[in-house]
């Protein structure tokens, strides 16, 4: 959901202010804030919430936050729902078709900005017949969980085809 909670910017600093100026490009995170405003209120945002430039969408802008701290109005910030996942959101959200999304209801031609109405009908497209698992315990186990989920009566043949289906056997 899209958070509209306000801190004071007297919280902030330069390693937990965000805006589009220190938001890198690509998915790449963010880097130091060069201005923090020293009075007023400023949007709030906490650790696991996902934070997107809303200034030119195109250059694809997107935080997942590891700390809690404050960004100016131009960085939307979404926090997943009570009992989901803010790394699946942010996969989600961090795909090129989101950003696709974006564009088709940007408005202005030399900084376009997101309609963030537009953005909040965003859905994510996840067909009937398909189910999200959310599993823990490392790459080493997730090699076996397919296999391991598709057993029927508890007997399967699996064949070690190389090095990584080898492991999963293991």
């Known amino acids: 959901y899209y958070v509209k909670d306000k801190i004071s910017a007297i919280d902030c600093n330069n390693s937990n202010y965000i805006s589009t100026d220190n938001m890198l490009v690509e998915k790449q995170g963010i880097t130091f804030s060069d201005y923090v405003p020293n009075d007023g209120l400023v949007c709030s945002y906490k650790k696991g919430d996902i934070l997107i ?15 809690d701290g ?3 109005g131009d960085i939307l910030v979404f926090r997943a729902k009570e009992g989901y996942s803010s790394e699946f959101l942010y996969s989600v959200l961090s795909q090129d078709d989101f950003f696709r999304y974006v564009m088709q209801g940007a408005t202005g031609s030399k900084m376009p900005r997101g309609d963030k109405n537009h953005i909040l009908k965003y ?15 490392g790459a080493h186990l997730q090699f076996s969980m397919v296999p391991i989920n598709l057993l029927k009566n508890g007997v399967a043949d699996y064949i070690v085809t190389g090095q990584w289906a080898k492991k999963a056997y293991q």
């Open 53 to 67: 430039s809303n200034i030119r969408p195109y250059f694809k802008k997107i935080w997942l936050a590891d700390k």
């Open 70 to 72: 404050g960004c100016s």
């Open 123 to 137: 859905k994510i497209n996840i067909p009937d017949n398909y189910k999200v698992l959310f599993l823990q315990g």
